[in-house]
Structure formats: C-alpha cells, structure tokens
C-alpha cells in the first residue's frame, strides 16, 4: 500500500476517533445541564441533540467508507501478490535484508 494511501488512512481513523470524542464530551454537557430551566437552555439542548444526531450519521458514513478503503487496499496487496509472488517474495527478502542491516550496526 502506498505511502500517500496509508497517511490518509491514518489522518482518516484519527478523525473518526476525535469526532467520536466531541460528540461523548457534548453528550456529557448535555446531561449535566439537563436540570437547567429556561426556553433559550431548552431550544440550545434541542438544536444540540438534532445537529448531534447529524453527527453521529455523517459519522457512521464516514467510518463504513473508511473500512471499504481499507478492505479495498487489502484486496489489492493480495491481488497483488497473487499475481506477481516473486516480485512479493523479493520485496519482502529486500525489506528485511534492510533491517538486518540497519538493526546489526547499532
């Protein structure tokens, strides 16, 4: 898998677990406010949970096409090596040949 493909990957995850944080620290607030009186607090804690539950679908969205991402590429690495096994083989003979050198001049 590309470099560039495995960032966004990354970027993308990263996103997903932030988003799900704001919205568990906003339900929290709403929760503990939710013994607060008052027309305006009742209409902010309406348009919060409606614009909370946007959210949360833009979230599931955006977490389903992230594994279809990710499933794909996986796909193709094993489509991959399955049509070219020495090329596979070679790569991974050179990455760890690599690594042994590196890790045997420290």
Known sequence: MPKASQASIDSQEQLVSDIKSVISDAEEMLS????????KISQLRA?????????RERLADAEAALIYKT????R???DYVHESPWTAVGVAAA??????LIIGRR
């Open 76 to 78: 193709a690495t094993d």
């Open 71 to 74: 499933k794909a590429a996986a």
């Open 95 to 100: 990455v760890g040949l690599l690594v042994g």
């Open 32 to 39: 503990a406010t939710a013994d607060q009186a008052g027309d």
């Open 47 to 55: 348009r919060v949970k409606a614009r909370m539950g946007d959210a």
